[in-house]
């Protein structure tokens, strides 16, 4: 599935939850992005299809299809498409719990990795955005939850 889509939700009412979705979508003809002082909040990132490279403060790391990586909230950063089409989903959070969540699992330094086959994150991926879209009232509580599975 396509994503080709951007939605950043914004309820002020979520932000008291320990997580929430700040941002969500991808795109089948992922741009240059450079950020020199990072990006606010924490990014998971997934490639579906083509392959691209990432560099962040450490090294620099070529992304293909069936790849995840993570850039935690802050961190310098650079992504572009080694490939005529790169699909690239992203999901950005924060909330209150965002620290000592990451922190517990060790997600202060980008993380990279195949899905070999599990698509269970990209199904998460599918149920938050689709909660975000169609339900106004409840979806951004919804997706606050599922974050807790991703």
């Not at 309820?11 to 240059?32: C, D, K, R, W």
């Not at 992504?79 to 909330?95: P, Q, S």
């Not at 699992?105 to 993380?111: A, N, Y």
Request: charged share 25%.
């Amino acid at each position: 599935m396509t994503v080709n889509q951007y939605y950043f939700p914004y309820n002020a009412q979520v932000q008291m939850l320990p997580f929430y979705v700040t941002g969500i979508g991808g795109s089948e003809h992922q741009e240059h992005i450079k950020r020199e002082e990072g990006f606010l909040w924490p990014q998971f990132f997934y490639c579906a299809e083509g392959k691209g490279l990432l560099l962040d403060e450490d090294k620099e790391v070529e992304i293909d299809a069936d790849t995840y990586f993570f850039l935690p909230a802050n961190q310098k950063h650079e992504y572009c498409a080694l490939t005529e089409k790169w699909d690239v989903r992203f999901l950005t959070f924060n909330g209150d719990g965002c620290s000592k969540v990451l922190n517990q699992f060790e997600l202060t330094k980008p993380v990279y990795f195949k899905a070999d086959g599990n698509h269970r994150l990209t199904d998460i991926f599918n149920r938050i955005l689709f909660a975000l879209k169609t339900d106004k009232i409840y979806g951004e509580y919804t997706s606050s939850a599922l974050i807790y599975e991703y």
